[in-house]
């Protein structure tokens, strides 16, 4: 594996075919992903795997969530952002709106439903963490969703990371029978791409280096 390659190459994609995927390359993945370090070596994620009809039962159910709460696809901050971030968000929508005009699509819905659709993936993967963890805790589930990422990518997989479904926590919980002591953290939506599709040409720009950098000598 070619790992700046990989790190270069790897986007989110939100059109899949398909295609299942053996359950065997799925466990390797994940070997791989739990490689991840973690504080203390607690390792303490989890994964919900999702599959079949009850991935389409799970769909079903988050988009009808969503369309009665009407929650969409956002940051989630208490305040507001700084204007450099907003900036950032709002060029990325700007260069997907060919996109979206080429399949005839309103983004918002193509967006907000496609995320409870898990952009038609075959496979759904959720990490969970305890409640009895801290929410720096997160900061391994970050950890070790990069490591999935990247090692789908090298699989010929691909992958988009999904964060607007936790706010259906609630509906996620009741269909899959996940204990109340859980977080559902994030989910992944895991297949081989849609070549046909548009809107998998895309790949989000990033800001310069030294927008994000202070040097302390």
Request: neutral net charge.
């Amino acid at each position: 594996m070619d790992l700046l390659k990989a790190i270069q190459e790897r986007k989110s994609i939100r059109a899949f075919k398909p295609d299942p995927i053996p359950r065997e390359k799925i466990e390797e993945l994940l070997k791989l992903a739990i490689n991840a370090p973690s504080a203390i070596n607690l390792q303490p994620w989890e994964f919900v795997i999702v599959t079949g009809e009850e991935r389409e039962r799970l769909s079903r159910r988050l988009i009808k969530a969503y369309k009665e709460k009407q929650i969409s696809c956002g940051p989630g901050n208490v305040k507001p952002m700084p204007k450099a971030v907003t900036k950032r968000g709002a060029k990325t929508l700007e260069q997907m709106n060919p996109l979206f005009e080429e399949m005839r699509v309103n983004p918002d819905q193509f967006i907000n439903e496609g995320s409870c659709n898990f952009y038609g993936a075959p496979v759904v993967i959720l990490i969970c963490l305890d409640d009895s963890f801290p929410k720096s805790r997160l900061v391994d589930i970050g950890l070790i969703l990069g490591y999935l990422l990247l090692a789908a990518h090298e699989y010929g997989l691909a992958t988009c990371p999904i964060g607007l479904i936790t706010a259906y926590e609630d509906e996620i919980k009741d269909v899959l029978n996940i204990p109340e002591n859980k977080m559902v953290v994030i989910g992944v939506a895991l297949g081989y791409p849609d070549p046909n599709s548009p809107i998998n040409q895309f790949k989000s720009p990033r800001d310069h280096l030294e927008n994000f950098l202070r040097w302390i000598e």
